[in-house]
Each structure stands twice: as structure tokens, then as C-alpha cells.
């Protein structure tokens, strides 16, 4: 079975191929990652680590060929133009009824932090995007829409509710964010998507 986990950071989970721009060891985030929400059991190593810049190659997976996507604070790192390439790409590589979980920062609910938008530029608190490095914050709708430009069907959720049971638990949203806050959706490739 091969199930991907981009935006890893420190959380190599093991069993999967976890992706992200250079590899992190956990013990520095011990504080973060406790037992509960990164038990031993599940933790890899550099064996099960990739390198690699989804914003600017293709995927290096066969088309059909990936059975889970799970990403968590990662998506909204990448701007309009790379959240579409890689939910493309993701869509290619995905085999026909798997499923990609999404869970990112919810822009509505963001709006409760960024000040009074109608006050213009400075009544805008943009700390979502110049504290956490954000690019592109979605809505429901907005991520409804993209998936289903891209052919993925969609199903809105709950932190650690998913479609799939093979997940692991869900770190994202922190002290930082309540769990209102953030947007947990199944991405399922349909059935019907094996062309290729």
C-alpha cells in the first residue's frame, strides 16, 4: 500500500513516504509530538523520508498508484498556482476511490483575527499570513470548487473523522487555533477516473 504524508515536517510516520523540503528529526518537537499524537509505534525515520519541492516537479509516483494522501497544515504554504499543480498531480497519482485528507486553516474563521476588514489595509490583521507563512487560505467553498475543477469528489468532516481509517491522528489545529478553525475534508478520486 503506498500512502504519502506531505508537509511532514518532524512527524515522519512510518509506513508511509513522507515529503517535505528537507528532513527534521521529532526529538527537538517532543514537547509538541506527545505519545498520544505521535506514539512510538508509529514513528519513522529517514528510510521513510523524501525530499522533494511539489511546487516546482511532478509527483515521482506512476499515474494510479497512490492509495492515501495526508497532509495537515500544508496546503496553505502553497500559493494559488501550486495548490492547483499539486491537487492535479495528486489527482494523477492517486489510485481510482482513494482518498487525499485535507486539513488546513479555515479563512472565515480566520477573519475573527484579522481585524476590521472593512477599516481598509490597517484594519486588516495579517499575522495569518506574516507569522505562519500562509499563501493561500481556503473556504469551503473555495476548496469545493477547486477539487471539483480537478475531478475529486469531497467530503467535509471532523478532526479525526475520515472516510479512510488508516489516518493517523490529527495534530493540526493547536493551542493556536480552535478546532473550528480549520477545514477537514476527504478528497475521493471516483471510481469512474481510471482512464489512464
Not at 480566520?110 to 473556504?139: A, D, P, R
Request: charged share 25%; with cysteine.
Amino acid at each position: 500500500m503506498v500512502k504519502l504524508h506531505f508537509g511532514c515536517g518532524p512527524r515522519i510516520l512510518k509506513g508511509w513516504i513522507n515529503i517535505d523540503l528537507h528532513f527534521q528529526s521529532w526529538e527537538p518537537y517532543q514537547q509538541y509530538y506527545t505519545e498520544e499524537i505521535y506514539p512510538a509505534s508509529e514513528r519513522g525515520t529517514i528510510d521513510d523520508f523524501l525530499a522533494l519541492n511539489v511546487s516546482c516537479q511532478p509527483l515521482p509516483f506512476e499515474n494510479n498508484s497512490v492509495d492515501l494522501i495526508f497532509h495537515e497544515d500544508f496546503i496553505e504554504h502553497l500559493d494559488q498556482r501550486e495548490c492547483i499543480l499539486f491537487l492535479a498531480e495528486t489527482f494523477r497519482v492517486m489510485k481510482p476511490g482513494a482518498i487525499q485528507r485535507v486539513n488546513t486553516p479555515d479563512l472565515i474563521w480566520s477573519e475573527i483575527f484579522l481585524g476590521c476588514l472593512k477599516e481598509g489595509y490597517n484594519g486588516v490583521n495579517q499575522n495569518e499570513w506574516l507569522s505562519f507563512g500562509h499563501k493561500n487560505l481556503f473556504t469551503r467553498g473555495y476548496l469545493e470548487e477547486v477539487a471539483d475543477l480537478i475531478g475529486f469528489e469531497i467530503v467535509f468532516q471532523n478532526r479525526d473523522i475520515s472516510l479512510s481509517t488508516m489516518l493517523p491522528k490529527e495534530f493540526r489545529p493547536g493551542s493556536d487555533r480552535a478546532e473550528a478553525g480549520n477545514i477537514f475534508a476527504d478528497l475521493i478520486k471516483p471510481l469512474e477516473s481510471e482512464d489512464d
